[in-house]
């Protein structure tokens, strides 16, 4: 009896979800030629056509249409069997660190399609700088790391592009005549960077005027109505509000945060959990 080739059913049900040939090849990272020649060979199996033009774009056909609730169906078995014979196998301890700006926006999601893949993993959490994250990432301290620092002596891809702008107390009293007293970190920060370096290209006057350890301590500075910070627009909450052009405020660059895996990693499961996320976790570019 003829057999359905899964790898063949997986590239068909991808073109279905990402509703073209190209879509599909990028994905599954290969050559639009190769993704037809799996559909082909498909085709040859069933005896049937799956795809017909419709104008520039391709519909699925009768039969294709019919086999692809059988392809779901096949593919879900086989990843949940997938799953559970590796759950036993995929376990241990994973040490993940993250800037204190992503703790409640990039990271639980990048923490639930871990889980979701590897349910036997367990976390080891560090909230931090960035700077120094990515020390302890060189020093082997850490399996994997979110940061906003440009480090490619490391492999790592894109998760968000975040917008940085100027945060203040929903209350305070902004004065463009007087200098911009500065809420910032006490240590490296390139956000600090980031607001000095405008204000001054801007040739506005400002003050360092509270420091703090960490961001709960620049936050509350903020709702004090203390000063101003450059922060990414996530902090952005009901007790603050932004400051832009029209209060004599310059522009402010994007940031890009990446998660890096650690160089040299020999546990699979590291580098198993780095090309998952890698693949199903690029919330933009």
Request: charged content about 20%; some cysteine.
């Amino acid at each position: 009896m003829e057999t359905l080739e899964l790898d063949l059913l997986r590239t068909f049900s991808t073109i279905v979800s990402k509703g073209s040939f190209a879509a599909a090849a990028v994905q599954m990272g290969r050559s639009q030629a190769a993704i037809t020649q799996q559909v082909q060979r498909l085709e040859d199996r069933v005896g049937y056509p799956l795809f017909e033009k419709q104008g520039r774009q391709k519909r699925l056909t009768e039969h294709g249409q019919r086999l692809l609730g059988y392809a779901q169906q096949l593919l879900a078995i086989h990843d949940e069997a997938w799953r559970s014979l590796q759950q036993h196998a995929l376990q241990g301890l994973i040490r993940i660190g993250a800037p204190h700006d992503t703790a409640d926006t990039m990271l639980p999601p990048v923490l639930q399609e871990i889980t979701l893949g590897f349910p036997g993993v367990q976390f080891e959490l560090h909230i931090g700088r960035s700077p120094f994250l990515m020390e302890s990432l060189k020093a082997g301290e850490m399996d994997i790391v979110i940061s906003n620092r440009d480090d490619p002596s490391f492999e790592s891809f894109v998760l968000r592009s975040s917008p940085t702008v100027w945060l203040c107390g929903a209350n305070y009293g902004h004065d463009p005549a007087k200098p911009i007293p500065l809420v910032m970190a006490d240590g490296p920060s390139i956000f600090r960077r980031i607001a000095c370096d405008a204000l001054d290209a801007a040739g506005i006057e400002w003050l360092p005027r509270h420091t703090s350890t960490s961001l709960a301590g620049i936050r509350s500075a903020l709702r004090a109505g203390l000063g101003v910070t450059a922060r990414g627009v996530e902090q952005l909450d009901p007790g603050l509000r932004v400051l832009g052009a029209g209060d004599g405020m310059p522009a402010l660059p994007d940031l890009v945060y990446r998660l890096y895996v650690r160089s040299h990693v020999v546990n699979p499961v590291i580098r198993q959990i780095f090309q998952r996320l890698r693949t199903r976790m690029t919330f933009a570019r």
